[in-house]
């Protein structure tokens, strides 16, 4: 796997440290900041980011001989005491070696580019999958993300847990489709971004390296509520992997000492728009919420998942995410708290 070369280090932790000072200056953000886009930790990522860093390189030669030629110019041919200002300087009608040169040599440098790019994006889309893969698709709505693992039966939203090894014997691979508008998939470390387009399957694979939680983005406008449409992966090792999702398999659990906040729960037009599976819940317009508590955010990235933040997004999500497609559904006091209890039974 094509690794970053350690001297680009002190460049890569200044442009990645400004960006989150730009970031903690906005007071209105979440949490969830940017990832650090110069530090790879998959097959795609690592092939993409040698690929900027050759360009980069490349492109900063350009500027330094044009830069450097334009200076030298200014200081060589500069006004000097004693010169005679009414005589104009000797004209110069060009040269043929120079022209071609000029012309010549911008073409070769544009085709080196083209090459290697296409070279990359082929390497990437061609890339033969490892014998273990995990298929998952993933479904963009304004403004969150459906996850559906076709294989196993389960549905869940914004947070997407796959395997990672360390040696790339396991890769994910993802359909990404949308419910509506043109989102872009993009999770800076493990690869490049894709668009979901309506109508239409787009494909891409990431093997991560290290578990953990990879934060990525939309990165297509999509709406209002476009910049708070947030994503997390989450790499496990492979056998947490494995214990996650015979846990999501499960039906919602029936918690017998929240019987009459569950009565609540489906006496309202929650059930329209969201899935309890294993209850009558069924709506499809929503996240499915059979195992809600699992996941580390509600709103798509907006709030970290505890009960105070359950109970300020069920009351009116207009607040925490304005212009999104949850009502406030205007419940009394008692209601939110019996629908929040019930919500915090859904492991
Ligand atoms: Cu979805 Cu921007």
Redesign the pocket.
């Known amino acids: 796997m094509a690794r970053l070369p350690d001297k680009g280090v002190n460049i890569e932790l200044f442009a990645y440290n400004l960006i989150a000072y730009l970031q903690t200056q906005v007071p209105a953000l979440p949490e969830h900041r940017v990832a650090n886009i110069f530090k790879p930790l998959a097959t795609p990522a690592a092939w993409e980011s040698s690929l900027g860093w050759f360009v980069i390189a490349v492109t900063a030669g350009i500027f330094l001989v044009v830069g450097g030629l334009i200076v030298f110019t200014v200081f060589r041919f500069r006004r000097r005491l004693g010169d005679d200002t009414h005589q104009e300087p000797p004209q110069v009608y060009g040269s043929n070696q120079i022209e071609v040169a000029w012309t010549v040599i911008p073409i070769l440098i544009v085709f080196i580019l083209i090459g290697v790019t296409a070279r990359v994006i082929a390497s990437v889309e061609n890339a033969s999958p490892p014998k273990q893969e995990l298929k998952v698709r993933v479904i ?1 709505h ?2 969150w993300w459906e996850v559906v693992y076709p294989d196993y039966g389960v549905v869940t939203a914004n947070e997407i847990h796959v395997p990672a090894t360390r040696d790339g014997t396991m890769a994910t691979y993802l359909q990404l489709q949308s419910a509506d508008v043109i ?2 998939f993009w999770v800076p470390q493990l690869s490049g971004k894709t668009d979901l387009i309506p109508n239409r399957d787009n494909y891409m694979w990431i093997d991560p390296r290290e578990p953990g939680v990879y934060l990525g983005n ?6 209002t509520q ?1 910049a708070n ?1 947030l994503l997390r992966v989450i790499a496990q090792e492979p056998a947490d992997f494995r214990k996650w999702i015979a846990d999501q398999q499960k039906p919602a659990v029936q918690d017998a000492g929240a019987a009459q906040q569950q009565a609540m729960y489906r006496s309202l037009a929650c059930v329209n728009c969201h899935t309890i599976r294993g209850t009558k819940s069924l709506g499809k317009f929503g996240p499915d919420l059979t195992h809600l508590m699992d996941r580390q955010t509600i709103g798509a990235g907006v709030l970290p998942n505890d009960a105070k933040n359950l109970r300020t997004w069920v009351n009116d999500p207009q607040d925490p995410k304005p212009g999104c497609f949850m009502p406030s559904m205007k419940l009394t006091d008692q209601e939110l708290a019996q629908v929040v209890e019930y919500l915090q039974t859904l492991k």
Not at 218 to 223: D, L, P, V
């Open positions: 963009g304004q403004w989102h872009s939309c990165a297509e406008y999509c709406g476009h449409m």
